[in-house]
Nanobody, 123 residues
Framework: VQLQASGGGLVQAGGSLRLSCAAS????????VGWFRQAPGKGREFASA????????WYADSVKRRFIISRDNAKKTVYLQMNALEPEDTAVYYC?????????????????WGQGTQVTVSS
């Protein structure tokens, strides 16, 4: 599976962005997909994830009620709608995919990673 993240950019605080993670490969619909982010000088942290079916979703406390994850398996794409953005959301955002192993929050649960897309939120 190959993943391509897109949709990042520069936005003012309070604004919105929608990230997309487009996949190639026949098994995408079998995989959970997660979004992780890495701010300058910090480690990679979990943001959100969605199960293979789309029925289950997970969010970090820091993004809960602001971000919405969804997927369209027919289009092999996962979306992350980010609302009420804050300067603290500034980071490179990565999407990742893999079979669900019981812990959607862990980067180690994912086998495939995209290249990342930069999100910058100005105050």
């Amino acid at each position: 599976v190959q993943l391509q993240a897109s949709g990042g950019g520069l936005v003012q605080a309070g604004g919105s962005l929608r990230l997309s993670c487009a996949a190639s490969g026949r098994t995408f619909s079998d995989y959970a997909v997660g979004w992780f982010r890495q701010a300058p000088g910090k480690g990679r942290e979990f943001a959100s994830a969605v199960s293979a079916s789309g029925y289950s979703t997970w969010y970090a406390d820091s993004v809960k009620r602001r971000f919405i994850i969804s997927r369209d398996n027919a289009k092999k794409t996962v979306y992350l709608q980010m609302n009420a953005l804050e300067p603290e959301d500034t980071a490179v955002y990565y999407c990742a995919a893999g079979p669900y192993r019981g812990n959607a929050y862990s980067a180690g649960s994912y086998d495939y990673w995209g290249q990342g897309t930069q999100v910058t939120v100005s105050s």
